[in-house]
């Protein structure tokens, strides 16, 4: 089927190309001329024929804008798909503005990364049935192969909402690796803490793909010498404790996970420096100057 297909970064691009070998038409649009295949958007609407479908794959922050300017060529029966990492309560306004002007929305938490070209996305899709059922050759291309790997997960919204528990889960798998890690790091007794990480690949109880990938990072760097421990973070674990605190459910994990990374960024805590200073002050215990 055809496809419009609206940011052609390391995500979109490699959708593209997992859409064409499959045998789908897509018509791609991106910012970067040396990227695209059509100029604007406008050329990208009139290359499709009605009822056109249309996959956002831009950044957080320029979805809005940039949904807002493709409804302006799109029309009556057109459908909009979402399938960045947009937080799942922007979705519903959003799906209420184009439907006044008859337009479709699905939203799609995209799970992959880099690799997803070569092994498939995992798609978890919100919105009315029909839509989805449009999209389902799209939808089964872009997929893993094999019985998983897609849910239609509820109506608008939901995709993004299961995409973000999902990214609040990856914080915290990733931190518990991590902090066995450092634990085996500092060890006086294991010496070959690489070997350690590969032999959990197989036989394991805690054998996963993250597993797979710290192994992968350590065989590039075995001491994760040339990182800095900086992580960043682009606001799907802070919208999992926000849902978190508005249901009142205890995500002691992720949201323990969540603070390590703002902790990474501090050279220095302004908060333990307070700590410091009343064990000082209560205890006349001794603290260390910069
Ligand atoms: O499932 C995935 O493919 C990843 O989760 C992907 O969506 C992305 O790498 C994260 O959004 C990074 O999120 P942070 O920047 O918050 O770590």
Known sequence: MQLGLVGLGRMGG???ERLRAAGHEVVGFDRNAELSDVATLAELADKLESPRAVWVMVPAGVTDATIDELAGVLGEGDIIIDGGNSRFS????????????????L???VSGGVWGRQNGYALMVGGAQEHVERLMPIF????????????HAGPVGAGHYAKMVHNGIEYGLM??????????AKSELVTNVPGVFKSWREGTVVRSWLLDLLDRALDEDPELAELSSYTEDTGEGRWTVDEAVRLAVPLNVITASLFARFASRQDDSPAMKAVA???QQFGGHAVRKR
């Open 14 to 16: 490699n959708m593209r």
């Open 90 to 105: 922007d979705d519903p306004p959003r799906a209420e503005r184009l439907g006044e002007q008859g337009i479709g929305y």
């Open 107 to 109: 939203d799609v938490g």
């Open 140 to 151: 089964e291309a872009l997929k893993p192969e094999g019985e998983f790997g897609f849910v």
């Open 175 to 184: 931190h518990a690796y991590a902090e066995g890690y450092e634990l085996l």
């Open 277 to 279: 200073a009343l064990r």
